[in-house]
Structures are given as structure tokens and as C-alpha cells.
């Protein structure tokens, strides 16, 4: 019977090693016993991973084939089936010496194959060469520590192999240890896979249509194929009437992306739609659009949370795209766009730029996602944003039917000095919201030189403002100006929402006869702000007069100022401070006029405010004379007190004329009652006659009643105009 050996080395050792020589028959039966455990052992162990694939390196089904790795490779390589039958055949089986003896165990060099011991097969237990349990039993060979070996019969073959806890469980119910369980949670499921994190994969090559992944480099690749310096670019020929291309951006710059039609010859420009190409003789003209984005001019919306792309230059584009004539339209996504630089001037009427909504009034937190335009362009306090204006020029027209709504603007903590500058606008709409400017958030004024009239009237405003992030915050949220020649008039504030850090919240330079419905102006409570609003005079004839406020709150006092101005503001209105939420009262300086009511209660002038001015005589001069006074205005007139104290009276005669602090209606003449209090009571009278500025002082019974010492007393009411 010829002997078989197995090598108890591992593939691939030169060293001796021991051979075990038995009867063929006698090992084939082993083998089939051990192979038989082995599959009961391979069947109770084995998870089935076939509907699982790693997520860097998927494990695919059916017949995945690799390249056969060249003999005796040893590294992270994958091994093909053909490379593991190769190192099988070089490496694993050593055939022993021929000359060991029949029927006899041999131990032999697995390198030289010479005999190292031989002895006969026992066949009871012993302390040869193998020890042999039982003869005749199925055994499996057991090399001991003294290269003795023991032949096990298959009861304790559990035990050898350590495998105690393996047993004949189902398939379904064998555990699976706690690693394994962590291991199968990171593997996502071959149909359908949801990943997490960033999953990658390979780009695909350019123009690839299939069923491949395709990665962010492969869609920005595709994407940069739509823009095009010419026409030609996209494959156009020469007359290629009636071919349609389809264009992101055109690189020449005021152009925009959208749908193009060839056309042949020499046509109008048709408003800016329409491109020379390089091919001679056809041109490119936009077709069936009804509006253009930013994204049209190159531009890149983010998400707020997303640090903000530049798009400077593809808003640049825009605004002159805009500026080309014709009515012409932009909707902006609610995306934020980064802008480091001052934009184009707007210039053209019946333009409309519409984002998707203006933030509602957040003191704080994450911004809300609308259309957002971020300023990124460093500290530029004497810089804007946006300027909505006609050209000054003599041959210039106002602007008219402009929509600039649901846009937000931030100025970048501060760093840009004005969000927005409205000026010689009518009949238009805005809508926006303002965001930390350093200057002036929302300014709205007069173009300097104009063909027609120059006011900032007749429009809609809607706005919401906020100062708030920080304690550098300067700037005004809203301010109303113009010049000499012209101002801010006749428009409707419909909702107004400001909030200011440091400064004043509404400041009105040059306004009149404004309509304001709801108005809320204060402050964050914890910079230096000191009022809601300040409307403000002059002494060159520039003032705020005449505007009404339906609705105002505010947690700080307004101010109405007069003091030492030839032109105080006058006329300011507000039928309904919000006494309920503490809105203080405003603070009317001398020679300004306010009036208020308070929720529903009659309107009227609720204190008396100082007024002292300058007497002056008919005749000659006073050396040294002055006057201390009060009034309050009331429904359809004022009441009016004061003293002439007369310390020198120089040359001073005829009668003396005091100044009223508002001035007398058309009605009729008034009389006041005065005396001398110096002088043993004299009695005075005090004349206003109708649209008068003063008020004359005279004896009663007639004369001059002014002397050196005396303190003249008036008091009366006295008619004013509606």
C-alpha cells in the first residue's frame, strides 16, 4: 500500500518539518471525517454577508474577477482563484522519501526529504511514535508538544480545536457576536444604499451618459461647458438660421444665459437680447423668456450656512444687463450671494429685481434662508450696495415703475457704510430688509441735476431694518433727505421696523407730507440710542413738515427739533402713539410744532413747550430787553404766556412786537390782556391780527409801554390755520 504524507508546515516554510505516513485508506477515511466536521463547522459559523457591501470597497455578487497576482506576491493584493491553486501546488504538498519502509510511520526534512525517525504503526496506546487510542477507531492526528503524536478519536476533536460552543444550531438562529453586529451596522444594502458623511466615488470621463455616478468635479465640469465666450463655442456654423442654443452666460458681459434663436443678417439689438457671433453673417437673439436670474450671468447661490461665493461679478452683469432698456426683469432664488464690491448704478425705469421675501424681524440667531445679498468686501464705510438713480443731467427723467422687493441686505457687521440709496424715484415699490450698515441702511434723497422735477415721491416703501449685532453698530437704519430744490415727499411708508444700537432709528433731514401707517423705531435696550425718531430744521430753509404717523411705538422718546433753527420742523402728526407698549411722548423744541394722541384720546399739544424769543420795537431799538414764554397748541389755536422784561430801553418806541411761536390763521383778530408788574399795574393789551408772526404790545389806553425796569405780563389764545 503505497504511503501518503502530509507537511504540518505552513505554505511557503523551508525548515524541517513533520510528515505523517499512513495507509491511504486509513487517512482517506480520516479525511472524510475531518472534512465532514470541518462543513458542520464551516455551515455553523458562516454569516451571510451576500446582501451587504462595504461602503469604501463594496463587495459585489455573481462572479467578481481580478487579475492573477504573480507567484509567491505577498501583499494587500486581491487574489484571483488561478493564484491560490498556484501557491497550493508550488508550496503546500512535500512528497516524502521513497525509501521510507512500507506500513511504517516516517518522520522526514520537509527541505532534503531524508528520514529523520521511522517505526511501525502500533496499534494500542504507547509511548511511540503515536499514540493510537483505539485500533480500528476513526482518528485524527494530534502533534505534541515532545513531537510525539497522538491519534484522537473524534469525541475529543471539539476540544482540540477549542471549538466547545460550536454546535448544530439553525442557520437562522446563530448569534453573531457584538463586533460583527457593529461591523454589518456600517454596511449599507446593495439595493438602494443611503449614505452618510461624503461619500466619493470616481469622476466619470466628460460627456460620459450613463448609468455611472456622477460626482460634483463631472456636474462642474458639464455646467462650465454652457459658458461660452462666442456661439461658435457650442458648435454653431455658418448659416445656422433658426439653430437654437441653449447658454448658462455668455463671458462678453451684459448678456445673460437662456434660450437663443440664429438669425440671419444685420438685425436691431432688440433691448440687449441679442449676441454678434463669431460665424459671420448670424446673429443670436434670446427667445421666450420672460425673466433672467443671477444665476444667468454666472452667478452662485449658497445656502446661509454655507460661506458665501463672489458673485461681484456675475451681479455686475446683471445690473448692466438691467440697465440696456426695455422693461426688464430678474428674479433672485432665496440663496446668499457674496458681494465685494459697490454695484452698477440702476438707471432705467420699469426694471424689477423680486427676491423670494424680505426676513421678518429677527433680532438674532441663524439667519432665515431668503434672497440674500452678503457684503464681503472689507470696511468701506463710504461705500453702497445698491444705488437706484437716474443720471444727473439736465437731458435726465426721474425713474419711474421700479419693483425692488423681497431682497435682504448685510452689510457686514458694520463694514459697509449704506445698504441701499434710493433717489429721484416715483411711482415705484420697495421692499427690503437692511442688515448692520455702518452708515445708513436705507437713504433716500434727490439726483442732483434732472430735466424735471427731482423729488423721491409717490412711492411705496416697505421696510424692516436692524443695527443690532454688536456695540460698534453707528449707523441709522432709515434717513429721508434731499436739497434746497427738492426732498422726500408724498409717499407711504406702509410698514416700517427699525431697530438701532447706538443712534437714532428714523432721522427725516428734508421730508414733507409723508404718510406713515405702521411705524415701529426703537432700540436694542442695550447701546445709546436716544430716540425713535428725529425730525429735524435748518437754517438754510431745508425741513421737516407736515408728516403723519397713523400708527407709532417706539421704547424711545422722538424729537421735534427747533431750537436755534430759522426753520424749525413744524406739523409733525401722530394720531396714535402706543401708550399701551410705553411709548414715551415726544420732546418739542422751541419754535417746532407736534401734535398727538395718545390710543383714542382727543388729539392736542400735551405740554406746554418753552418759547423765548426776541422782542424788537416799531420804532428805535432796545439796549437790553428779552422775553419768557410758554405755549401749548390745542384744537384750533394756542395759548400763549409770557414776560418782556426790559432792562434798558434805549431808543425803543412805537409799540413792541413779540414773536408768536406759531403762526396766526386766517380766522380773525385776537386780543391778550397784559399788565405792568413794576410799575403799579398798568394795564396792557396785546393785538394778533390774521396769518400774523407777532404780536404787538401797547398801553391800554393807547401809547408806547415799554420803559427802563419794566416787566411786561401777557397771556390769551389766539387762532392758527388747520
Request: glycine content about 10%; proline content about 5%.
Amino acid at each position: 500500500m503505497p504511503i501518503q504524507t502530509i507537511d504540518r508546515g505552513t505554505p511557503g516554510d523551508t525548515g524541517d518539518k513533520f510528515k505523517i505516513g499512513v495507509a491511504l485508506d486509513t487517512c482517506q477515511a480520516n479525511d472524510n471525517y475531518l472534512d465532514a466536521k470541518i462543513d458542520t463547522l464551516d455551515a455553523d459559523l458562516v454569516v451571510d454577508l451576500s446582501l451587504k457591501a462595504d461602503l469604501a470597497s463594496p463587495v459585489f455578487t455573481g462572479n467578481p474577477r481580478v487579475p492573477t497576482a504573480a507567484v509567491s506576491d505577498n501583499d494587500t493584493s486581491a487574489a484571483s482563484t488561478a493564484f491560490v491553486q498556484n501557491e497550493f501546488s508550488n508550496r503546500h504538498i512535500v512528497i516524502g522519501p521513497l525509501t521510507a519502509t512500507a506500513d511504517a510511520l516516517a518522520l522526514y526534512s520537509g527541505t532534503t526529504g531524508a528520514i529523520i525517525k521511522e517505526g511501525p504503526l502500533p496499534t494500542t496506546t504507547g509511548t511511540n511514535l503515536i499514540t493510537v487510542p483505539n485500533a480500528g477507531a476513526v482518528v485524527f492526528p494530534r502533534i505534541n508538544a515532545d513531537n510525539t503524536i497522538t491519534l484522537r478519536s473524534a469525541a475529543n476533536l471539539k476540544t482540540d480545536l477549542t471549538l466547545d460552543n460550536v454546535d448544530n444550531t439553525n442557520d437562522a438562529d446563530k448569534p453573531i457576536s457584538s463586533a460583527t453586529q457593529t461591523a454589518l451596522n456600517l454596511k449599507a444594502a446593495l439595493a438602494s444604499p443611503v449614505f452618510t458623511g461624503n461619500p466619493t466615488a470616481p469622476t466619470p470621463p466628460g460627456g460620459d451618459n450613463n448609468t455611472s455616478i456622477s460626482t460634483t468635479a463631472f456636474v462642474q465640469t458639464e455646467i462650465a461647458k454652457l459658458t461660452v465666450a462666442t456661439f461658435a463655442d457650442l458648435g454653431a456654423t455658418a448659416g445656422a438660421v433658426d439653430q437654437i442654443v441653449d447658454v448658462r452666460y455668455h463671458t462678453s458681459g451684459a448678456v445673460g444665459g437662456g434660450q437663443f434663436i440664429g438669425v440671419a443678417g444685420s438685425v436691431a439689438n432688440d433691448g440687449g437680447t441679442q449676441i454678434d457671433s463669431a460665424t459671420a453673417g448670424i446673429y443670436w437673439k434670446r427667445i421666450n423668456y420672460t425673466y433672467l436670474s443671477p444665476e444667468d450671468f454666472g452667478a452662485i447661490g449658497v445656502t446661509y450656512s454655507t460661506t458665501s461665493v463672489n458673485c461681484t461679478v456675475a451681479f455686475t452683469n446683471m445690473f448692466n444687463w438691467l440697465n440696456t432698456g426695455g422693461a426688464k426683469k430678474v428674479i433672485i432664488p432665496p440663496s446668499k450671494y457674496g458681494i465685494a464690491d459697490e454695484l452698477p448704478q440702476l438707471i432705467q425705469s420699469s426694471i424689477q429685481i423680486i427676491g423670494s421675501g424680505t426676513l421678518s424681524s429677527q433680532d438674532g440667531g441663524t439667519t432665515r434662508e431668503h434672497t440674500l445679498l452678503e457684503w464681503t468686501g472689507g470696511s468701506f464705510p463710504a461705500k453702497r450696495m445698491v444705488l437706484i438713480a437716474p443720471v444727473s443731467s439736465a437731458a435726465s427723467a426721474r425713474l419711474d415703475g421700479i419693483k425692488f422687493t423681497g431682497i435682504n441686505i448685510d452689510c457686514g457687521n458694520g463694514n459697509l457704510g449704506i445698504g441701499v440709496s434710493l433717489q429721484s424715484c416715483r411711482q415705484s415699490d420697495f421692499d427690503l430688509y437692511v442688515k448692520n450698515a455702518g452708515a445708513y441702511g436705507l437713504i433716500t434723497g434727490v439726483t442732483a441735476v434732472l430735466g424735471e422735477s427731482r423729488d423721491f415721491r409717490d412711492n411705496t416703501i416697505r421696510y424692516i431694518a436692524r443695527n443690532t449685532d454688536g456695540a460698534g453698530q453707528n449707523g441709522i437704519p432709515l434717513r429721508l433727505d434731499g436739497d434746497v430744490g427738492a426732498n422726500t415727499c408724498f409717499n407711504i411708508f406702509t410698514q416700517i421696523n427699525v431697530v438701532s444700537h447706538n443712534t437714532v432709528a428714523i432721522q427725516e433731514v428734508n421730508a414733507d407730507n409723508n404718510l406713515w401707517l405702521e411705524v415701529s423705531a426703537g432700540s436694542t435696550g442695550a447701546g445709546s440710542a436716544t430716540y425713535g425718531l428725529e425730525c429735524n430744521g435748518s437754517n438754510t430753509g431745508v425741513l421737516v413738515r407736515s408728516e403723519q404717523f397713523i400708527k407709532f411705538s417706539s421704547n424711545l422718546p422722538s424729537v421735534i427739533r427747533g431750537t436755534g433753527l430759522s426753520s424749525p420742523a413744524k406739523n409733525i402728526k401722530f394720531y396714535n402713539l402706543d401708550k399701551d407698549n410705553g411709548c414715551p411722548d415726544p420732546t418739542v423744541e422751541a419754535g417746532a410744532s407736534a401734535w398727538w394722541q395718545n390710543d383714542n384720546s382727543p388729539m392736542y399739544h400735551s405740554v406746554w413747550a418753552t418759547f423765548n424769543p426776541t422782542p424788537t420795537a416799531s420804532a428805535g431799538t432796545f439796549t437790553s430787553a428779552s422775553v419768557s414764554g410758554r405755549y401749548v397748541r390745542v384744537v384750533g389755536g394756542v395759548h400763549y404766556s409770557f414776560a418782556v422784561t426790559i432792562t434798558t430801553n434805549g431808543t425803543a418806541a412805537g409799540f413792541i412786537r413779540v414773536p408768536l411761536p406759531i403762526q396766526a390763521g386766517p380766522g380773525c383778530n385776537a386780543v391778550f390782556k397784559g399788565y405792568e408788574s413794576t410799575a403799579g399795574a398798568i394795564a396792557m393789551r396785546g393785538v394778533v391780527t390774521t396769518n400774523a408772526t407777532n404780536i404787538n404790545l401797547s398801553l391800554d389806553a393807547g401809547g408806547y409801554p415799554g420803559a427802563d425796569g419794566r416787566v411786561l405780563i401777557f397771556s390769551g389764545f389766539y387762532e392758527v390755520a388747520a
